[in-house]
């Protein structure tokens, strides 16, 4: 499905860079453990400074387990373009990232220590969105594709494995909300700010 202009890029040289985004929402009781999962990520993420190869191997992490979460899968959508520019290719990365950023408890907040009074339980949140962002060399069919879907999505969330191990990623980025233990992301607040979500 390339398009005239795609086949002009693609004789002349260009690099075509594929930018997207997915959502993947999660519901059930045992959710909690990616919560933990995602929130170690982020302080990988943090203490290397955006080291591509150390975000990869994060996301890498947070894909197989959501890849062995499927029966918690409710909805999902996702999102993206076709650039030929790297800096058109960051400009619409850098869009997505404030957008994930502002979407409802995304932002994670960690504490500078840890307390000895912190509560040794938190209420459970039922309700859990994960948004991937990544930019990507070449094309890649299984995230071009719409992956709202559940053998879809399997196969795009599998692709995003793989190309770390070719080193094709140029970006990654991951949101989730709730971002912190504690946080509630209730069935309304879900409606209200990930409305692009369609049911698995």
């Known amino acids: 499905m390339s398009s005239w202009r ?3 890029n693609k ?3 260009k690099t075509r860079f594929v930018v997207c ?3 993947l929402h999660l519901a059930g009781d045992d959710i909690a453990p990616l919560l933990g999962v995602l929130n170690h990520a982020a302080r990988e993420a943090i203490d290397a400074e955006g080291d ?4 990869g191997e994060s996301l890498v ?8 979460m499927s029966l918690n899968w409710q909805s999902a959508s996702n999102e993206g373009d076709v650039c030929w520019e790297e800096g058109e290719a960051g400009d619409y990365v850098t869009e997505l990232f404030t957008d994930s950023a502002q979407r409802y408890l995304s932002a994670v907040v960690f504490a ?3 307390e000895d009074n912190t509560p040794l339980s938190f209420p459970v949140t039922r309700n859990l969105v ?7 060399t070449g094309e890649v069919p299984e995230l071009e594709t719409n992956l709202a879907d559940r053998e879809a999505l ?9 190309l770390h191990y070719k080193n094709r990623l140029q970006a990654i980025q991951v949101h989730y909300s709730p971002a912190q233990f504690g946080d509630e992301l209730t069935n309304d607040q879900l409606l209200l700010n990930f409305s692009e979500l369609i049911p698995l």
């Not at 992490?61 to 062995?68: G, M, P, R, V």
């Not at 399997?154 to 793989?162: F, H, M, S």
């Open 6 to 8: 795609d086949r002009i």
């Open 61 to 68: 992490e947070i894909c197989q387990n959501l890849l062995q």
């Open 52 to 55: 591509l190869q150390v975000l």
């Open 11 to 13: 004789f002349t040289g």
């Open 112 to 114: 500078e220590d840890d």
């Open 21 to 23: 985004r997915i959502f």
């Open 130 to 136: 994960v948004m991937i962002t990544v930019a990507v």
């Open 154 to 162: 399997e196969d795009g969330l599998k692709a995003l494995i793989n």
